[in-house]
């Protein structure tokens, strides 16, 4: 099986601005957030040498989920415009990578991030791994899709299959819609049912499966429970809604785009050179070798693609 890593930009980007101490370019510029992308990405690359690779990024505006529910993720508090400048500067090392981004107006990096883990499981001879501390997205984990989440800033990751979904949540991964359209989801504003928390909604699917199907045994369900269920049935529905990840984006996996290129070694140095992040400097002759020893090993077996 090949592999095939996606990183879920933002996410990680959150977690590098919180995770690293403030620190500057000798020009006064804030990079503690680009230094700790910078060190997830050769970590990935370093470490866990993929065939393929290729991160998302939110674009910014509205989403579809805002248009359909306003209050969507109304509660959560704005990232600093000190994170936000730092964008500009995580793409430009993405890109001298030479790795491609993937995004588009109107849809969350998740949803794409959905839509590419979607069309690579089903060439069948590929294993993704979603790279994001977002644990929303364990719904998109499958027998050939996995989560890897970074711990201790980025030293250790935990990898998620679906045995390992079903120990942290008690559920599969696809029923994690149903979870959220029972429980909802504070993080981002959407409601569930009024009073139903982890417990009552871990018991409920355990049972029933889906929302559609406790709603449809409704008549079985007594008490106090049946009663929130009956009263927030709108809610339920709308908020598994929103919390179900796309994956039917209008865009295409170019798996050649995203094969590991043999970027332009001098010009990552250059970069980091700017940037001062001499630490990283060190591990770019490391992860050069690996590149070149990969590449040798294709020309001499010259697998196709597809």
Do not use: W
């Not at 990405?41 to 370093?46: A, S, V």
């Amino acid at each position: 099986m090949q592999k095939l890593i996606l990183v879920d930009g933002n996410a990680i980007l959150h977690r590098a601005f919180h995770a690293m101490p403030p620190f500057r370019t000798p020009e006064g510029e804030l990079v503690n957030a680009v230094y700790g992308f910078s060190s997830m990405l050769l970590n990935l690359l370093n470490i866990h040498k993929p065939d393929y690779i290729a991160v998302s990024f939110d674009v910014k505006g509205k989403t579809f989920r805002h248009e359909e529910y306003k209050e969507y993720k109304a509660t959560r508090k704005k990232a600093p415009d000190e994170l936000y400048s730092q964008v500009p500067r995580i793409k430009e090392v993405v890109r001298a990578f030479q790795i491609p981004i993937y995004e588009i107006a109107g849809f969350e990096a998740d949803d794409v991030l959905g839509t590419l883990s979607k069309q690579a499981d089903a060439r069948k001879d590929i294993h993704t791994f979603i790279v994001t501390g977002d644990m929303d997205l364990t719904q998109l984990v499958t027998p050939t899709t996995f989560l890897l989440t970074p711990h201790k800033g980025f030293a250790q990751t935990k990898t998620y299959d679906i045995q390992a979904v079903f120990e942290k949540f008690g559920i599969s991964p696809a029923q994690v819609p149903d979870m959220k359209g029972l429980q909802g989801d504070s993080s981002d504003n959407i409601k569930g049912v009024k009073g139903v928390g982890p417990k009552t909604t871990l018991n409920l699917l355990q049972k029933y499966k889906t929302l559609e199907n406790v709603y449809e045994n409704l008549h079985e369900i007594t008490g106090s429970t049946h009663d929130k269920l009956a009263n927030d049935r709108d809610s339920a529905f709308l908020s598994k809604h929103l919390a179900t990840i796309v994956t039917d984006v209008p865009l295409t996996l170019d798996l050649p785009e995203c094969k590991t290129h043999e970027y332009d070694q001098e010009k990552v140095a250059q970069l980091f050179e700017q940037l001062g992040f001499a630490s990283l400097l060190r591990k770019l002759g490391t992860l050069n070798s690996h590149s070149n020893a990969r590449k040798q090993e294709e020309n001499e077996a010259q697998p196709s693609l597809f």
